[in-house]
């Protein structure tokens, strides 16, 4: 399979402005990924900018749009996924902020550029109600668009824009200092940016997962402590020993369901959890409130950031020279086997799709 521009040879077209062809992934309901279809790439209006996609990444919350559909809101047909790297190709009128050749990335919330979310920042995200990244080609406001970091390739900047924001902000809520201890759940995306992050910060990491193999690699990545929660479900009490019986000051908490509990026990008084993944489950049926209350603790809902916030991260990252883990990268037209891998759960990192 080849790319390239795509652009028609078609003696119709105009020769000073080309009919440019994109090749994309269009979903018509739930279900696995078909084959792409080539058709005709939309050009930019005011304020929008064409881009050319590079590569994207694999994210829970793709497999719930595209295989299953639970996630509101969706509309059909779809080119899915959110995550992108990718140049600007063409600019649309009275665009200012990039200029063609400029390696950005979309924001997960085209709308929500700084502060707290609202419910029209909240309304609009690339791959559910309007067409996402999987595909060459595809217009977007340049509102949304953020400089990717300059020294990380095309599939590691891809890896950026839900995990890497969502677990910045999530830090940023938490205010985490240096010397704080924060507990970490699992080995996907968004818990291996969070290790960084929080080595980043000079904090000490307490790292789960039920995979000894992938707690040796997540100490050698900074992880100061680890706990296999297989062997050790009770592990709330095992991170309070880890803190000299105080508990811990920050938990990213991914798991919903099977981990919110422990989450709340391991905490110390006055500490903050982060709610920023339900791999779980999505309802803890056993929520202890008056654990919550006894301790004082915050409980923040975290879904992804603004324009902002991913802004912020980028510095941050290319300020520490920080670089996502990459488990495993896919050819465009193995898209569906991505997702496969994903859902196999045996990544350690983020996996990828070079388009």
Not at 122 to 128: A, C, E, F, R, T
Request: net charge negative; hydrophobic share 40%; proline share 5%.
């Amino acid at each position: 399979m080849t790319f390239g521009s795509l652009r028609s040879n078609s003696p119709k077209d105009d020769e000073r402005n080309p009919i440019l062809r994109s090749l994309a992934y269009v979903i018509d309901s739930p279900g696995r990924l078909t084959e792409p279809i080539t058709r005709a790439a939309a050009r930019p209006r005011a304020g929008e900018v064409l881009l050319r996609i590079h590569a994207t990444s694999v994210n829970y919350k793709d497999y719930l749009g595209v295989v299953t559909g639970e996630l509101p809101d969706l509309t059909w047909p779809r080119v899915p996924f959110v995550d992108a790297s990718a140049e600007v190709v063409e600019l649309g009128a009275d665009v200012t902020n990039v200029a063609v050749g400029d390696r950005v990335i979309p924001s997960f919330f085209p709308r929500w550029q700084a502060g707290d979310p609202t419910a029209d920042g909240l309304s609009l995200i690339h791959g559910d109600q309007v067409d996402g990244m999987l595909q060459t080609h595809v217009c977007v406001s340049s509102a949304c668009l953020v400089p990717a970091p300059a020294h990380l390739s095309d599939v590691e900047v891809s890896t950026l824009g839900c995990a890497g924001v969502t677990a910045w902000r999530a830090f940023s809520k938490a205010n985490v200092k240096p010397g704080y201890s924060v507990v970490i759940q699992g080995t996907g995306g968004v818990s291996l940016f969070a290790l960084g992050f929080a080595k980043m910060a000079g904090a000490t990491v307490i790292l789960t997962s039920s995979s000894d193999s992938k707690l040796d690699r997540g100490r050698e990545l900074g992880a100061d402590h680890t706990i296999n929660y297989r062997r050790t479900p009770e592990w709330s009490a095992a991170v309070v020993d880890m803190t000299d019986g105080r508990g811990a000051d920050v938990i990213i908490d991914v798991g919903g369901a099977q981990t919110l509990a422990q989450s709340v026990r391991s905490a110390r008084i006055g500490g903050h959890i982060a709610c920023a993944g339900f791999v779980g489950g999505r309802e803890s049926p056993a929520f202890p409130n008056v654990v919550v209350m006894a301790k004082n603790i915050t409980v923040v809902g975290s879904t992804v950031g603004s324009v902002e916030d991913t802004a912020d991260m980028c510095r941050a990252i290319s300020a520490h020279k920080f670089r996502p883990s990459i488990d495993r990268v896919f050819p465009f037209d193995e898209a569906q086997e991505a997702i496969d891998h994903l859902l196999a759960q045996g990544h350690f990192g983020k996996v990828s799709i070079t388009i």
